[in-house]
């Protein structure tokens, strides 16, 4: 079993950053790909960044330039940087972690981004 714990997530003004992280445990394997996934009100959740025990990153259209990904193998974590946040970048961010063709969910942080 894989566990995921979330920090991170509250409200942000406009243009403003904000930082999440994730904590993973349990039965890790050391390939697999952890990430963040997003569902904003009234949309489907969506991929915001991805990477690789060996750091190879993929972004979602919607943040590239803008989010930025990254770990800490050591410790299991992942980061993610948010800059120049927008009103839509509102949603429940989640992480998520994959591997053996198994795929794990955290419980979601909520990040709103308004004045």
């Known amino acids: 079993q894989v566990q995921l714990v979330e920090s991170g997530g509250g409200l942000v003004q406009p243009g403003g950053s904000h930082g999440l992280s994730c904590a993973a445990s349990?039965?890790?394997?050391?390939?697999?790909?952890m990430g963040w996934y997003r569902q904003g009100p009234g949309k489907q959740r969506e991929l915001v960044a991805t990477?690789?025990?060996?750091?190879?990153?993929n972004y979602g259209d919607s943040v590239k330039d803008r989010f930025t990904i990254s770990r800490d193998n050591g410790k299991n974590t992942v980061y993610l940087r948010m800059n120049s946040l927008k009103s839509e970048d509102t949603a429940v961010y989640y992480c998520n972690l994959q591997q053996y063709a198994r795929s794990y969910w955290g419980q979601g942080k909520q990040v709103t981004v308004s004045s």
């Open positions: 990477i690789s025990s060996d750091r190879i990153t």
């Open positions: 349990g039965s890790i394997s050391g390939l697999h790909v």
